[in-house]
RNA sequence: GCCGCGUUGGUCAAGGGGUUAAGACGCCUCCCUUUCACGGAGGAGUCACGGGUUCGAUUCCCGUACGUGGUACCA
């Protein structure tokens, strides 16, 4: 693109879980970045007091942590730029808001939240729901473009609370290429002249994310397409403090919205649908309410990040799975969808499936051994390993494993009994007895030579394999399901495997 | 209301003036398997609408509809 070094960021508020959006901006600032060997930042914008929220911040980097998207720079790990949280950075910003009063890009306001929620009052009709403090309602306003000089540094000089706004243009054209939009076109008629400088002295986004990206040397600004509509405020700005050279390039990201009904996918709507939404499990610091996310329900972060960058993205072939090496190589931006998607949890699931399936052995036992711990299960883990092989195939989710291999770890604790009491008789009792008295000879015989044995067993007792082998697997299981039989009979062991037949054949008598 | 952005099967989506309009998820059928799953083979299902431009529009343009975002001293 240019010569400079390409430098990402994240700007989330800390105010409470990390949506799944959030967490797919992060991914596509970082792919970019690292794709063109550039920086990812982190930065904590938390200049709204207001609505700060303990552990926020934390819990954002281990999501990122969790995902594998660590950054360059973060206010965890410091960086040339620090602080990384503007709170830290609040004394930067007053310079810049004084810098466009004096060239008459923004003014001073002094109306009081009551004035302003008055003239929203008055100004309120069918046609204008939600009036706007623009270039025709600040002449009516109190400000240092209504007041006299005099007035405004008696007001100033008093410390009389007040903000600062930009002064929007009457009738201009703004324009930007966006990156996944291309040439999008704004009137500053219709955009109001937002708080720049709050009462309180922070920033508030608008000037913030300015300052900030200008100072952090911010190549390429990627956030969600609900900050279009204010993109022109940030232009404006950008020309107006005299940096429009080193603008970095836009790109608003489409939307993640609900599966069924309309709007942005919120967190209300995984509790409603019965799907997470947040990265990580959330622990609401005032209400103690915890919020379910993808990591605690199951998920692997490999397939959580895979299901999230096809939301919007594809590399324009049928391939689907994709490692992050990849994804570092492939990635572009111009192949970025500019409709939002949908929210699909089925997908999601299949993500998943694909990738325990194709996991090995050994990193699924690890993964699965807290599902153990809980149930008060104690296993080697090699022989967790051999379990999580054969039913991974048919698991979306770790914690599946159990539902699907609970039987590898313990003895089955009532039966299918439908399945074999009514053909139950005294050949297959028979059968059984003889059957176990040769398992004994079998101790170390691969599962191929247990089922010939079988077989053979079968045709000598003039039998068919239907008769016994369905009773076979419900004597070791308990019902109707699991992994190949045989494969069920060496992974239990010869010993075990023999102890359930012995208690099958009490059962079913 | 106003402004911005968007619109290919139920969902994710490829494609982009002439195609039988890919593929994936989900759904259905069959095969494999005397469990379930995996795997395999099929199937149903789509270019929002109306005008242009054009020999020809799903594709380009304009409207309309619908969706979505914004319209805070929140980000």
């Not at 904590?44 to 007091?49: P, R, V, W």
């Not at 007001?155 to 243009?169: A, C, G, Q, S």
Request: aromatic share 12%; charged share 25%.
């Amino acid at each position: 693109m240019d010569h400079k070094k390409v430098r990402v960021r994240f700007a989330p508020s800390p105010t409470g879980g990390l949506h799944l959006g959030g967490v797919r901006t992060v991914l596509f600032n970082y792919l970019f970045a690292k794709q063109h060997k550039g920086d990812f930042v982190l930065r904590i914008e938390d200049t709204d007091q207001t609505r700060y929220v303990p552990g926020a911040e934390e819990y954002i980097s281990e999501c990122l942590r969790w995902c594998g998207l660590n950054p360059d720079e973060s206010p965890a790990v410091g960086g040339p730029f620090a602080p990384y949280r503007q709170s830290e950075r609040k004394d930067s910003y007053r310079q810049y808001a004084e810098q466009l009063v004096k060239s008459g890009h923004a003014y001073y306001a002094f109306d009081t939240p009551e004035e302003l929620e008055s003239m929203r009052e008055r100004l309120k009709s069918p046609e204008n729901p939600a009036p706007q403090y623009n270039h025709v309602v600040r002449e009516k306003m109190r400000n240092s473009l209504t007041l006299s000089d005099a007035e405004v540094q008696e007001l100033l000089v008093k410390n009389t609370p007040h903000v600062i706004r930009i002064n929007m243009p009457a009738n201009e054209e703004v324009s930007f290429t966006d990156l996944v939009r291309g040439e999008v076109t704004f009137h500053t008629a219709q955009v109001d002249d937002k708080v720049l400088l709050k009462a309180d002295g922070m920033p508030t986004y608008h000037l913030a994310v300015v300052a900030d990206d200008y100072q952090m040397k911010i190549t390429h600004a990627f956030r969600g397409e609900e900050w279009l509509p204010s993109a022109p405020v940030h232009l404006l700005l950008w020309k107006y403090l005299g940096w429009e050279a080193d603008m970095p390039q836009w790109a608003h990201l489409p939307l993640i919205l609900k599966p069924d009904g309309n709007g942005k996918l919120s967190k209300r709507d995984g509790d409603r649908l019965g799907f997470p939404v947040y990265a990580m499990n959330w622990t609401d610091p005032a209400t103690k309410e915890v919020t379910k996310g993808f990591r605690e329900l199951g998920f692997l972060p490999e397939a959580f990040i895979n299901m999230l960058v096809m939301l919007g993205w594809n590399d324009g072939t049928e391939q689907e799975i994709f490692s992050m090496e990849e994804l570092i190589q492939k990635f572009s931006i111009d192949r970025v969808h500019k409709a939002g998607a949908k929210f699909d949890y089925e997908k999601a699931k299949w993500f998943n499936h694909q990738y325990i399936h194709h996991k090995d052995n050994e990193s699924l036992a690890t993964l699965f051994q807290p599902v153990l711990d809980e149930k008060g299960v104690t296993a080697a883990p090699d022989y967790v390993a051999t379990v999580a092989g054969l039913v991974k195939e048919r698991c979306h989710f770790i914690n599946e494993i159990w539902d699907h291999g609970f039987f590898f770890f313990q003895s089955p604790s009532s039966y299918d009994e439908a399945a074999v009491k009514p053909k139950w008789n005294a050949d297959k009792e028979a059968f059984f007895t003889t059957w176990s008295a040769q398992l004994e000879t079998l101790a170390a015989a691969p599962a191929a030579e247990l089922e010939a044995s079988f077989k053979a067993l079968v045709t000598e007792k003039n039998m068919k394999m239907g008769d016994v082998q369905l009773p076979f697997r419900i004597m070791l299981t308990g019902g109707k399901f699991g992994p190949p039989v045989f494969d069920i009979a060496v992974t239990l062991g010869i010993a075990e495997t023999r102890n359930r037949i012995a208690k099958g054949l009490e059962a079913f008598k």
